[in-house]
């Protein structure tokens, strides 16, 4: 797997630094009001974790799955949830947790359903942001690193299925990854 890296984008202390930092902007925003987070499956996963550890406010937490768009030629914006939340959201504080928004088309259409389920409020935290490639306008409230054009994996991020469980952000070599 390490042989397969380009190089390392972001390492493991840079994220668990940035994720501090995070933190403390989230718990001065909500002011101590309990807040649900709600992970977009699978990518997530180590982001959620170690987020929710460092943040200083009642959480609670859900997941939801959604199919993505299919192959990046195809920004069709056609999304379906594979698994729904477990429990309803209405009056509540919702943050979704996102690993990166790149063309904005998954969270532009959660951000839609979810909002017809009457939150308190509704607000994004994604640990990427990769603006160059929006289609749909997101608000961004809270996020970790920009990053320009580049596809990477690690820390919950995939190719085809793999290298998420690398503990840093990085991309691949061009012939196991020409994305
Ligand atoms: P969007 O709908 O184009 O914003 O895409 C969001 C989803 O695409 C993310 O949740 C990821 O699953 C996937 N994705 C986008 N960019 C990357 C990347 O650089 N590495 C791995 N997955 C990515």
């Known amino acids: 797997m390490l042989k397969d890296v380009e190089e ?14 995070l933190c403390e902007e ?4 909500y002011e101590k ?8 499956l699978k990518g997530c996963l180590f982001f959620m974790a170690d987020l929710m550890r460092k943040l200083d406010i009642p959480v609670a937490i859900d997941f939801i799955s959604v199919s993505s768009y299919g192959p990046s030629t195809e920004k069709t914006g056609a999304v379906k949830i594979l698994k729904d939340l477990d429990t309803p ?3 509540k504080h919702v943050l979704i947790i996102e690993d990166v928004v790149d063309t904005g088309l998954t969270l532009g ?3 839609r359903n979810l909002k017809e389920r009457s939150p308190a409020s509704l607000q994004v935290c994604s ?3 990769k603006p160059d490639y929006r289609i749909v306008g997101i608000p961004l409230q809270f996020k970790g ?31 196991i990854c020409p994305l």
Request: charged share 25%; net charge positive; aromatic share 12%.
């Open 8 to 21: 390392v984008v972001f390492s493991e202390a840079q994220i668990q630094e940035r994720i501090k930092k």
């Open 26 to 29: 989230i718990a001065d925003a």
């Open 33 to 40: 009001k309990p807040v649900l987070l709600v992970g977009i």
């Open 89 to 91: 959201i209405q009056d």
């Open 109 to 111: 259409y959660l951000l």
């Open 127 to 129: 640990l990427l942001d």
């Open 145 to 175: 690193f920009e990053l320009g054009k580049k596809f990477v994996v690690g820390y919950g991020l995939d190719y085809q299925g793999k290298y998420r469980h690398l503990p840093f952000i990085a991309s691949l070599k061009k012939e």
